[in-house]
């Protein structure tokens, strides 16, 4: 060999040995590193006494002759929840407890954000609690806000290492506890109005997003239940896996220019730049919005189911937790139809077990998720692909939305961007024998039922469920969304009318769907 060769060769041993030390040393440093211990503190409870609030008030007349039930009110549209979370900030008078798996520092995400800032200025007690995969460690405004004496933000089940590689590398040292997230997703002021569902706080949930917009579903509800969307808050706040911020950012909740940043906020706190209507900025304009909306409530029976917190790395993983339970006891008990609604949508071993009974059973299920063009994640489509066609061989009628959906007009209120943008699916619904609903943040997937915490609504009125059902149904149509079957050779086949049909994922090119179909050879769908 000659002498350049050789020196190249030693320099590329020298490169890999290199790299090797370094991602040895990330490691060892990753394994090492630990959450700091808790501070002592006390623990804090909702607000119990909504009767003391203008809210409280308001909803007292449309309580009459309502024993035992509540209000629900079907946020279909981006917009009306981002309106009618922007009207109850500016209503509360006493408290906001609000709990996310994501919260973007986006137009509407920072907007909010600045408005919470407004009302614990005027003295409302502001509790967020925030799941840690999608918190960037650096974030400079949350550990702002967090020093308001009002003011109190915690992260969930945080990573050791909260930022950079070390952070994703955190997952092959802590498994098993860094694993469980908490997928819920609730907003209560005053205790005497919440929301729920499937929405983050983000542009593409709110229809202000230019590329990409969510079909999504979120219930407002007044009455009893709100005590329960709020048992769940404490159940998370008051949770061993929740830190306060200012415990995981030392360094940053010392920061000499954190007062600054507040004062920045508070003078961009009207901007609505970005925004395509500009929401209610005060009580009074916030009262009047939400009078229409509270006329607008169904009064019905209705349950809250939320997830245990995780406390441990060994908490049990392989049991269906009490939001799943739920889901199959309505299964159970379902005669002819259940009509579902899922951006990912991923059957284990157990449900197509079931799936297969409820057919020999005589009840119908349909369903609607994603297709590989409007889903927003590969790897998690892919898990779908590996048990489409056994969800199909066990009688389950399969539906996969189109980003190009024509319902788009009529789903997101967002100016000139159906035709341009795409539409993918985030909610997460089903409906009984047009009876009952279930609607949360729960996926039909293993992911759900298994590892993450959840959030779910049962309601039983046969009016909610009839709107409901027709929504999804009309979602179904050719022009929203491509119909999965299976020819008689088991052939999987795309379809939008009789005249139009596939044999390949419609509307993606060659390289999605190569990498769709690699993560589909990986038994990986219990995490997806």
Not at 23 to 36: D, H, K, N, S, T
Not at 352 to 380: F, Y
Request: charged share 20%; hydrophobic share 40%; proline share 4%.
């Amino acid at each position: 060999m000659a002498l350049p060769d050789r020196i190249a060769t030693v320099s590329r041993h020298a490169v890999r040995a290199r790299r090797l030390c370094i991602l040895f040393v990330i490691l060892f440093i990753q394994g090492c590193a630990q959450l700091p211990p808790q501070n002592a503190s006390s623990l804090s409870y909702a607000f119990d006494r909504p009767e003391e609030t203008r809210l409280g008030r308001e909803i007292q007349p449309h309580l009459q002759g309502q024993p035992g039930d509540s209000g629900f009110y079907i946020q279909d549209t981006g917009l009306q929840a981002f309106l009618q979370r922007a009207a109850l900030i500016e209503a509360a008078e006493q408290s906001i407890d609000a709990q996310y798996y994501i919260w973007n520092g986006d137009v509407s995400g920072t907007y909010l954000a600045r408005r919470l800032l407004v009302a614990a200025d005027r003295g409302v007690r502001v509790r967020l609690l925030l799941d840690d995969i999608n918190v960037d460690g650096g974030d400079t405004m949350l550990v702002a806000l967090d020093q308001h004496p009002n003011i109190e933000i915690a992260i969930y089940n945080p990573f050791a290492v909260r930022r950079g590689i070390g952070k994703w590398l955190g997952f092959l040292t802590d498994f098993q506890r860094l694993n469980q997230r908490m997928h819920n997703k609730t907003f209560v002021a005053d205790g005497a109005l919440g929301i729920m569902g499937g929405r983050n706080i983000g542009d593409e949930y709110f229809d202000l997003h230019p590329q990409v917009n969510f079909r999504d579903r979120d219930v407002l509800i007044a009455g009893p239940i709100v005590a329960d969307l709020s048992a769940n808050f404490d159940a998370f706040w008051n949770s061993a896996s929740s830190y306060p911020i200012s415990q995981l950012e030392p360094d940053a909740a010392q920061g000499q220019g954190l007062n600054v940043q507040l004062d920045q906020l508070r003078v961009a706190a009207s901007d609505t730049t970005g925004l395509t209507r500009v929401p209610p900025q005060n009580a009074t304009s916030a009262f009047e919005y939400m009078a229409q909306v509270l006329a607008l409530l169904t009064w019905a029976e209705g349950r809250l189911v939320f997830d245990s917190p995780v406390v441990n790395s060994q908490a049990e993983t392989d049991r269906p937790q009490r939001s799943a339970q739920a889901l199959y006891q309505l299964v159970e008990q379902a005669d002819k139809e259940i009509l579902v609604e899922s951006a990912y949508l991923i059957l284990g071993d157990d449900q197509l077990d079931i799936l297969e009974q409820i057919r020999a059973r005589g009840v119908r299920v349909l369903a609607l998720t994603n297709s590989l063009a409007s889903n927003d994640l590969t790897t998690n489509h892919a898990g779908y692909a590996r048990r489409r066609g056994t969800m199909l061989a066990n009688g389950l009628e399969l539906y996969e939305l189109r980003p190009d959906a024509a319902g788009c007009a009529n789903w997101i209120e967002m100016p000139g961007f159906c035709g341009q943008g795409a539409v993918g699916l985030h909610a997460k619904s089903a409906v009984f024998d047009r009876k009952t609903l279930y609607i949360g943040s729960f996926n039909i997937n293993l992911r759900s039922i298994y590892l993450n915490s959840e959030t779910v609504l049962v309601i039983h009125s046969p009016q909610l469920a009839e709107q409901l059902a027709q929504d999804i149904e009309a979602a179904m149509a050719p022009e929203n969304s491509w119909r999965v079957t299976r020819d008689a050779d088991g052939q999987l086949l795309w379809s939008a009318d009789e005249e139009q049909s596939w044999t390949h994922e419609p509307a993606t090119g060659f390289w999605r769907r190569f990498k769709s179909g690699l993560f589909s050879l990986l038994p990986m769908e219990k995490y997806l």
